[in-house]
C-alpha cells in the first residue's frame, strides 16, 4: 500500500538547472496538489490538479510548471532552479476536496 | 482574504496534561471545512481531523477533538492525556469549499515533557 510517493527525497542542484520532481499515487485519487514548506511558515500551494488534464495554478507557481496525463502522476518542474525555491516540497492527493490529503514523505531540495 | 493563524509558535506541556493549540480564521465563504495536521520531526504530514463549517457537533477521533467555536472564528485542537510521541509541529488548514485550495497556518510546536 504505497500512498504518495515522492522522489527523490533529497537534491542539490546550481542556479539555473532544471529538474522535474515525481509525485505517483495508487489510490485513484482525482486531486493532487504540490506545496512548498518554508522554515516557519505553513505550507504554500504551488499547483494543483482537479483530475487527468486539468491544473491550475495555487498560491506561488511562478518558477515552476506541472502536467497531469495520467490519473497516477503529477510531476513538478522546476524551469530554471533559483535559490529562493530551496525548500521542502510535498505532493498530496485526496479523493474529492472535502477528503483530507495524503502527503508523500517530501522531497528537500537546495538550490546553490 | 482568507487566512490562518496559529497564535503560539511554540509550547510545553507536561506528560498526561490536556492541552489546546489555537487556530483562528477567516473567510467570508459561508462554507469550509478546517483540518489538522502532524508533523513529527521526521517530517511527514498526518491527518488528525476535519470540521466542515455545517457540522453540528465538534469532532472527535481518539484523544484529539476540534473546539469549533464558529462565531469566534476559532476551531482549537485539544489532545488529552498528552504522550510523548504528540511532540511535533501542529497545522491548522482551512478549505473553502469555493475553491480546492488549502490556507495553512504557520504552525504550533508542541513539546511534551516527561
Request: overall charge neutral; proline content about 4%.
Amino acid at each position: 500500500n504505497a500512498g504518495v510517493t515522492q522522489t527523490p527525497k533529497f537534491q542539490v542542484l546550481k542556479t539555473g538547472q532544471s529538474m522535474t520532481l515525481q509525485c505517483a499515487q495508487d489510490m485513484n485519487h482525482e486531486y493532487m496538489s504540490w506545496y512548498r514548506q518554508d522554515p516557519g511558515m505553513g505550507l504554500r500551494l504551488i499547483h494543483y490538479s482537479v483530475g487527468a488534464g486539468i491544473t491550475d495554478q495555487g498560491e506561488v507557481p511562478n518558477g515552476y510548471n506541472v502536467s497531469r496525463s495520467t490519473t497516477e502522476d503529477f510531476p513538478l518542474r522546476l524551469l530554471s532552479a533559483a535559490p529562493s525555491q530551496t525548500s521542502v516540497y510535498f505532493c498530496a492527493s485526496s479523493y474529492s476536496r472535502n477528503q483530507p490529503q495524503h502527503f508523500g514523505d517530501g522531497t528537500r531540495l537546495s538550490i546553490l | 482574504a482568507q487566512k490562518i493563524t496559529q497564535t503560539q509558535p511554540g509550547m510545553f506541556v507536561q506528560e498526561k496534561e490536556a492541552v489546546t493549540l489555537d487556530c483562528t480564521y477567516d473567510t467570508s465563504d459561508p462554507s469550509y471545512g478546517l483540518f489538522w495536521y502532524k508533523q513529527p520531526s521526521s517530517g511527514e504530514m498526518i491527518f488528525l481531523i476535519y470540521q466542515g463549517s455545517y457540522d453540528q457537533q465538534n469532532a472527535t477521533e481518539g484523544r484529539y477533538s476540534l473546539n469549533f467555536q464558529k462565531a469566534r472564528k476559532s476551531a482549537n485542537l485539544v489532545i488529552s492525556a498528552s504522550q510523548l510521541g504528540d511532540s511535533a509541529m501542529y497545522f491548522c488548514a482551512m478549505r473553502m469549499d469555493s475553491n480546492y485550495q488549502l490556507i495553512w497556518g504557520a504552525g504550533t510546536k508542541l513539546i511534551i515533557k516527561p
